[in-house]
């Protein structure tokens, strides 16, 4: 993978230092840098490109993120801590739950996808051409795919198989029908309520 090293004779050394406006100026450039990526791919995408989408000059970029590759991982790991939103609304479904509990979970869900799924689908693109990516990937969702099998079991009362596989199958199943909605289907004004209605039964099943 090109790594976009900084141009010559500029500072490899990161000098912002932390507080509030360094984390908005961050904060700025990996919004854009999303954006960037999803418009033009991990390999047709420049410093540059990100500096310029978030109004602000290359040297600032090279400021907070050594390379484009670094800001590429920054947005994985936006991505996991939002998969964390996910488990937590889990956690939050009572063992003795009806249909109404699992609302504010396919709604997480839906926002989710909303937010990262593009990204992810990229992210899985890219590494699979690169081990560093592959392997940051891969770590994440297994622990995550295993805490929220664990959880799945807990509302269903049994564990009809490894906690692992019940995740990857929620997942894999929730994303699906987000694909579908959202890239292949309609953008009517209530398309986003059926396909959180849709995720509803399809989690109640899951756990019944």
Do not use: C
């Not at 907070?64 to 964390?84: E, M, T």
């Not at 009362?157 to 579908?180: C, K, M, N, Q, Y």
């Amino acid at each position: 993978m090109d790594r976009s090293p900084l141009p010559p004779g500029e500072n490899r050394e990161l000098t912002w230092q932390p507080g509030r406006r360094s984390e908005r100026t961050r904060r700025k450039l990996i919004d854009a840098a999303k954006q960037v990526f999803l418009d033009r791919g991990f390999h047709g995408a420049r410093a540059e490109d990100i500096a310029v989408a978030a109004g602000m000059s290359r040297g600032t970029f090279y400021i907070y993120f050594p390379s484009k590759n670094d800001i590429f991982l920054a947005l994985g790991r936006d991505s996991a801590q939002g998969g964390y939103s996910l488990l937590n609304a889990l956690k939050d479904v009572p063992t003795e739950w009806n249909p109404a509990d699992l609302v504010d979970l396919s709604e997480k869900l839906v926002d989710y996808f909303d937010e990262f799924g593009a990204f992810i689908r990229l992210w899985r693109q890219v590494s699979m051409a690169d081990v560093e990516l592959r392997q940051e990937g891969a770590r994440f969702e297994l622990r995550m795919e295993r805490r929220l099998g664990v959880e799945l079991d807990r509302l269903r009362g049994r564990s009809p198989t490894d906690p692992a596989s019940s995740g990857v199958a929620f997942l894999a199943i929730a994303e699906g029908l987000w694909f579908r909605s959202r890239w292949l289907g309609n953008n009517g004004s209530n398309s986003r309520d059926q396909l959180v209605d849709t995720i509803r039964i399809l989690v109640a099943e899951l756990i019944n």
